[in-house]
């Protein structure tokens, strides 16, 4: 199935969350002066518009960004990115991880962008006209495999799936545990729903079980509209790098008003 597009969610609690760890983790890997390659297995299109009528019609932003983002520490590099997209494209401009990677990958990293829904991959191509970026309408994990080990050897590969083939929760922890063998320094980077039915522990079970030291991190916050079954947000991080326990610590207790 090719049904989902993102444009609905764009801005909501979930992206906060993730989008705010993602550009972290991107600043503390562009610290050092090496390059690095980045490879995104689900793109989306890159850029969004929080006055879209599909974003008004949930009204999801308006919980997320539009209620977290005064909460965001004035110095994150995610509030910075946010900026940068609403100078470029409007004040009703908000990033994707795409845009949030150009944003802040350098021109001696490598970056691979995979979307496979043709409406979306369209987009993200037009976005991202200018940026030195490899997009392929591709499964993300099928070329994310391909790729492994890619050059250069530092990077992270970040998973944002939509979870809509319902096989997925059951074969993600292969997946990961494919892209670990065959690239046993990179950061690897998979975000999930908490939904209310807990669908996600038996993956969480796995993939705890695969990566012992594995970091996992998950923040929860009330539905966004009445009906909706999402009650948080998740991360799950092999070879997470230096600091990003505290970070994330530091953003679900300042931004999300929780401990952890």
């Not at 309408?137 to 492994?148: E, I, K, P, T, Y």
Request: some cysteine; aromatic content about 8%.
């Amino acid at each position: 199935m090719l049904s989902y597009q993102h444009h609905y969610h764009a801005g909501n609690p979930a992206d906060v969350h993730k989008h705010a760890l993602l550009a972290w983790m991107l600043g503390y890997l562009t610290a050092k002066d090496k390059p690095l390659s980045y490879i995104e297995t689900h793109a989306g299109r890159g850029l969004y518009d929080l006055r879209d009528p599909a974003a008004l019609r949930t009204g999801e932003a308006a919980s997320g960004i539009g209620r977290l983002e005064p909460r965001l520490p004035a110095d994150h590099p995610y509030r910075r990115c946010l900026d940068a997209a609403r100078a470029a494209h409007g004040p009703s401009a908000y990033p994707g991880s795409p845009l949030i990677a150009t944003q802040m990958l350098r021109p001696s990293d490598r970056l691979h962008l995979a979307e496979l829904h043709p409406g979306e991959h369209a987009r993200l191509t037009e976005t991202l006209a200018a940026a030195s970026a490899t997009i392929r309408r591709q499964d993300g994990f099928d070329m994310a495999l391909s790729l492994c080990p890619p050059s250069p050897r530092r990077g992270m590969v970040f998973s944002d799936p939509s979870y809509e083939v319902k096989d997925e929760y059951d074969t993600i922890p292969a997946t990961l545990g494919q892209l670990a063998r065959k690239w046993n320094v990179g950061v690897l980077v998979l975000w999930y729903p908490i939904l209310a039915d807990n669908r996600h522990r038996p993956m969480l079970d796995r993939l705890v079980h695969l990566f012992p030291a594995g970091l996992r991190h998950e923040v929860g916050f009330a539905p966004v509209r009445a009906g909706h079954r999402m009650t948080g947000s998740g991360l799950f991080v092999v070879n997470p790098p230096y600091g990003l326990a505290a970070e994330a610590a530091r953003i679900a207790a300042t931004v999300f008003g929780a401990q952890g």
